[in-house]
C-alpha cells in the first residue's frame, strides 16, 4: 500500500517518523519546498511536484496535516480522486464540511478517519472496557493547558479542548444540555488563548474542561468520577492510571425523611499495568487494518460529527 503524507509541519513530522516505523511506502508534499528539504534529511522518497501529481498517481491514501482551515479542500480532493483519508484533527473547521466530505466517501466506498489520537491510547482504552465498573458516571473533570503553540489557524478551543471532547464523546457521548463558557484572547493575538468550558450533558454527566496556551506548565489530566470508582488519568506521567475506591454513600434518616446521612467510603488505590504502545502508532495502524478488511475506524462518522457540533455549539456562547 502507497500513501502520501501531506503537510511537514509539527504533526506530519510525527506522522512520517511512525510510517517510517511501520515500513510504510510514502511520498511527502509540502506547498512549502523548505519542509520538503528538511524532511529529505531523514527520509527517502518520490518527489511529486504538485498535489495534483499525487492524486493522479497509484497511490492509496493520503495523510492529512495541514492547516485547519485547508482540511476540507485537501480531503475533497483526495475523496474524489478515490484516496483513503486520514485527517489530522480538527476534520472540519465547519460542520456541514464535515457532512458533505462524509457523504463523498461513503459513496465512494472510502475510508475517512479524524486523527482523534487519544481514543487509541491504551489508557483511555482502559478506560472504556473498565467504564461500567464506575457505577453512574457524575462528572468529568479536565485540565489541558501548556505554554503554546499559538496558531493563527484557529483557536485554543479547536486546538485543544477537540481532544477531550473527543475522550467524552466516547465514553459517555457528547449530547450537550446546556453550556457555558469563559475564554479571553491574550494581549492583540486574533484568537482565544484560555478557555473554561462547562457543559451539562442530557444523561446529567457535568463536564468541566480547561484550556490554555498560557501557562509555563504542561498538564494533560481527566478524573471521571462515578458512584462506585473515580477514575485519574495524567497522561504526563509513567502511571496513567489511578483508580480510586472511594465515593459517597446517603442514607435517609428515620427522624427526618429530608435529611441524609452522609458516609465517605475511603478505599484503596489502584494502579492498572497497560500496554505500552504509542497512539499516534494504534491509530495510523487501526487506518490500514480498516482499509485492507473493509471495516469502519473508531474516529469515522460518530465520532467526527459528535466533536466538531460540540465545537460549534461551545464556540458560539
Known amino acids: 500500500m502507497k500513501t502520501a503524507l501531506i503537510g511537514y509541519g509539527y504533526w506530519g513530522r510525527n506522522i512520517a517518523r511512525t510510517l517510517k516505523e511501520k ?85 465512494r466506498n472510502l475510508k475517512y478517519m479524524v486523527d482523534h489520537v487519544f481514543l487509541y491510547s491504551e489508557p483511555v482504552k482502559y478506560l472504556k472496557n473498565h467504564l461500567n465498573e464506575f457505577g453512574e458516571i457524575i462528572y468529568i473533570n479536565s485540565r489541558r493547558i501548556n505554554l503554546g503553540l499559538f496558531q493563527y489557524a484557529t483557536d485554543v478551543i479547536w ?19 446546556n453550556v457555558s463558557v469563559f475564554k479571553r484572547k491574550y494581549k492583540n493575538f486574533p484568537n482565544e488563548a484560555l478557555a473554561n468550558i462547562n457543559l ?57 425523611a429530608r435529611k441524609y446521612l452522609v458516609n465517605y467510603n475511603y478505599g484503596e488505590i489502584e494502579t492498572p499495568q497497560l500496554e505500552n504502545s504509542m497512539s499516534l502508532t494504534n491509530a495510523i495502524t487501526h487506518f490500514f487494518e480498516c482499509i485492507k478488511e473493509d471495516r469502519e475506524p ?20
Open 23 to 107: 515500513n510504510i511506502d510514502f511520498t511527502i508534499f509540502d506547498m512549502d519546498k523548505r519542509q520538503i528539504e528538511e524532511a529529505k534529511k531523514s527520509y527517502e522518497f518520490e518527489e511529486y511536484i504538485t498535489y495534483e501529481d499525487i492524486l493522479k498517481s497509484d497511490i492509496d491514501s493520503v495523510f492529512i496535516a495541514t492547516p485547519p482551515a485547508t482540511h476540507y479542500e485537501v480531503a475533497k480532493k483526495a475523496l474524489l480522486a478515490n484516496k483513503h483519508i486520514f485527517v489530522e484533527k480538527p476534520f472540519t473547521l465547519d460542520l456541514e464540511e464535515a457532512y458533505e466530505l462524509i457523504n463523498l466517501a461513503e459513496s
Open 159 to 177: 486546538d485543544l479542548a477537540v481532544h477531550d471532547l473527543s475522550i467524552i464523546d466516547y465514553l459517555v457521548g457528547l449530547d450537550i444540555k
Open 200 to 256: 451539562e450533558l442530557e444523561s446529567g454527566v457535568i463536564v468541566g474542561i480547561d484550556v490554555s496556551w498560557l501557562s509555563p506548565m504542561k498538564v494533560r489530566e481527566m478524573i471521571i468520577g462515578g458512584t462506585k470508582k473515580t477514575a485519574l488519568y495524567d497522561d504526563i506521567i509513567d502511571e496513567k492510571i489511578k483508580l480510586f475506591n472511594a465515593g459517597v454513600t446517603l442514607e435517609s434518616t428515620k427522624e427526618e
Open 298 to 317: 473508531i474516529t469515522d462518522k460518530k465520532s467526527i460529527l459528535s466533536v466538531i457540533k460540540a465545537l460549534e455549539i461551545i464556540s458560539k456562547v
